[in-house]
């Protein structure tokens, strides 16, 4: 006999074994199970088939520069921020090949093969708010358009989001100030809230979905109490109220503009190493570039695309030179566009204050800091046309 879904305006109350349920399930809807796991000193996203592989008992400590895995004192599976990988190389991979062009003989031109996909169809489990809200904005870059981005749409078609409502902010999140967190709101299939009390570790579990509702089925749970659903809404609140930086967001948009020039972009251009980390780990930059290889017989070719960043100097390279020479004007594009014209282009912020850039800048650099210092000192532009310095 079928099992009825439950009901997706009711949350439900699950021991931290029914996780390996889920995982179970999803496998063998064919689904990757994907999720987070501790490798080489950190948090990082990568395919998980138990509880067991979950970073048990890791937290975090995060600053500019900074990040240090921490043992908690309790068995908490989720207690931990966001980690030096995002979601986005799954959906819009570091490296993919595009096409392959093959000669048969030299009478007849090639023959060019789009790369097929492969099938996957990937579960993301521990996914954050921030991250959810990261998503949702490449989609609006690879599917928003009359043209979408082929290799994202397969892998984004079918994928599965099992998120979990934050309770550790690091020291570098301020997802508060842009809206996108710490509660998961929209995006997921289920939602997880983890409530670890003394030896009682259990989760409340959110519908988000019908499908989401199905794998519901599939686990033990029992309906929440009211004291369970106050006890997940505390968490977050709580998560909220520990932001580890913030940023005034009002009227950005206009005060970056009329700062173009601030004396601050040469500052920050001394301490940046152009090194572009901030912009790989970002889970919302999808700048690329595009490149041809053959083999030695000039029979063979394939296409390839390549995760590129506006902080390399041959980005911005046209006929005679690179556009942006110097790292002031590198740096400036980044955080104008992530900040300033990303939302006239794609209607958001290009920034879900998931804290990355911050932590994973070799020399610490901070937005939040920068756009803080400009607006003490708002109006210090000396000149007001968009225009380039030399290097």
């Known amino acids: 006999m079928a099992v009825e879904p439950p009901d997706v305006d009711t949350r439900w109350v699950a021991g931290r074994e029914a996780l390996d349920a889920l995982f179970a399930a999803l496998r063998s809807r064919g689904y990757r199970v994907i999720g987070p796991t501790v490798r080489d000193g ?7 088939d138990s509880l067991h592989d979950l970073p048990e008992g890791w937290g975090d400590e995060q600053d500019g520069g900074h990040y240090r895995l921490r043992r908690r004192d309790d068995s908490a599976l989720f207690g931990y921020a966001v980690g030096p990988t995002s979601w986005k190389r799954f959906l819009f991979p570091p490296r993919s090949r595009l096409w392959t062009a ?32 990261a998503i949702a904005i490449q989609d609006r870059v690879f599917l928003g358009d009359a043209h979408p981005d082929a290799i994202y749409a397969a892998r984004r078609a079918d994928a599965f989001f099992v998120a979990v409502h934050c309770d550790s902010p690091s020291g570098t999140c301020f997802c508060v100030s842009m809206d996108t967190g710490p509660r998961a709101t929209a995006g997921f299939d289920l939602a997880l809230t983890e409530l670890v009390d003394g030896g009682h ?17 599939a686990m033990s749970t029992v309906e929440a109490t009211a004291g369970d659903v106050a006890d997940a809404l505390a968490v977050t609140d709580h998560a909220a109220a520990h932001m580890g930086r913030s940023m005034e967001t ?15 972009w040469d500052d920050v251009a001394s301490r940046c190493l152009s090194c572009a980390n901030c912009t790989l780990a970002c889970p919302t930059c999808f700048c690329h570039d595009v490149e041809d290889v053959t083999d030695v017989t000039g029979d063979h070719a394939e296409r390839w695309r390549r995760w590129d960043s506006c902080f390399t100097v041959d980005f911005s390279y046209l006929h005679g030179g690179s556009v942006r020479p110097s790292v002031r004007s590198r740096y400036r594009q980044w955080l104008t566009h992530k900040l300033g014209t990303w939302p006239e282009q794609f209607g958001t912020s290009g920034c879900v204050g998931c804290g990355r850039c911050i932590t994973w800048c070799p020399v610490g650099i901070d937005l939040t800091e920068e756009l803080r210092v400009q607006r003490a000192t708002d109006g210090a532009s000396t000149r007001s046309q968009r225009t380039e310095q030399p290097a």
Do not use: K, Q
């Open 201 to 217: 570790h259990r989760f409340v579990i959110e519908v988000g979905t019908e499908r989401g509702g199905e794998l519901v089925a």
């Open 102 to 133: 093959t000669r048969a003989d030299r009478e007849e031109g090639f023959v060019v093969t789009p790369e097929p996909d492969d099938g996957t169809r990937f579960a993301f489990v521990g996914v954050r708010s921030c991250e959810l809200h």
């Open 42 to 48: 950190a948090v990082v996203y990568d395919d998980i």
């Open 250 to 264: 009002e009227g950005i948009e206009s005060f970056i503009d009329r700062n173009l020039e601030h004396p601050r």
